[in-house]
């Protein structure tokens, strides 16, 4: 009795480890290269449009901050700055301007283009790329530790110095509000999974 269950236990184990074979052959079939748990952040990442007030743990927010921190930048010159907005009281300046859909944390980020590198050949000003790049490693690590995120855009920068004169000498280039969704709101849009297909994306030389 004993014998028979130690065998089908065996059995067992032997279609488990065929199972995750199967499903790890799946995942190089998908992806080929690189990290799969990469591609799932790269496809799960929305624009949430409505946060509830649950608080963003301070080892997530150091987290998120610090791959900001680590974003690459022309001629490594680092010229974007991140103001993180949480308290009662920078949230409320904050909402004067911009509602940011309710989010318990606003990431502002700016940059200077005094700070930044420019190129040579047509004086192109890097500052508002670099900001971009920081904002893109702030976004998708904040997917990465399971808090959604929105992107702001729709803001007057005029206004958000005024009101957070802790700005004022920096371009504001965009808000990041990072939370958790609220329920049955905080969800993907029809838009979400709308992309253009590779070719009518990608231009082979």
Not at 40 to 67: G, Q, W
Not at 110 to 125: L, M, P, Q, S
């Amino acid at each position: 009795m004993k014998g028979n269950l130690f065998k089908r236990l065996g059995d067992i184990s032997k279609i488990g480890n065929r199972a995750a074979f199967s499903d790890m052959e799946y995942q190089i079939k998908k992806h080929k290269y690189g990290s799969d748990a990469f591609m799932t952040i790269l496809e799960n990442r929305y624009s949430c449009h409505a946060f509830n007030h649950y608080p963003v743990s301070a080892s997530k927010l150091e987290m998120i901050l610090d791959a900001g921190r680590m974003a690459p930048s022309a001629g490594n010159n680092q010229p974007t700055r991140i103001w993180v907005v949480k308290s009662e009281e920078a949230l409320a300046r904050l909402h004067q301007v911009h509602h940011c859909y309710g989010a318990p944390v606003v990431l502002i980020v700016g940059c200077r283009n005094e700070e930044a590198w420019v190129r040579e050949c047509d004086g192109v000003n890097a500052a508002k790329t670099d900001a971009a790049i920081v904002l893109t490693h702030l976004m998708l690590t904040a997917t990465d530790v399971g808090l959604a995120n929105m992107w702001i855009w729709d803001f007057n920068p005029s206004k958000i110095r005024e009101v957070l004169p802790e700005c004022r000498e920096h371009g504001i280039y965009a808000l990041l509000a990072i939370g958790h969704p609220a329920a049955g709101e905080g969800k993907p849009t029809e838009l979400h999974e709308v992309r253009k297909p590779l070719e009518k994306l990608v231009i082979e030389l």
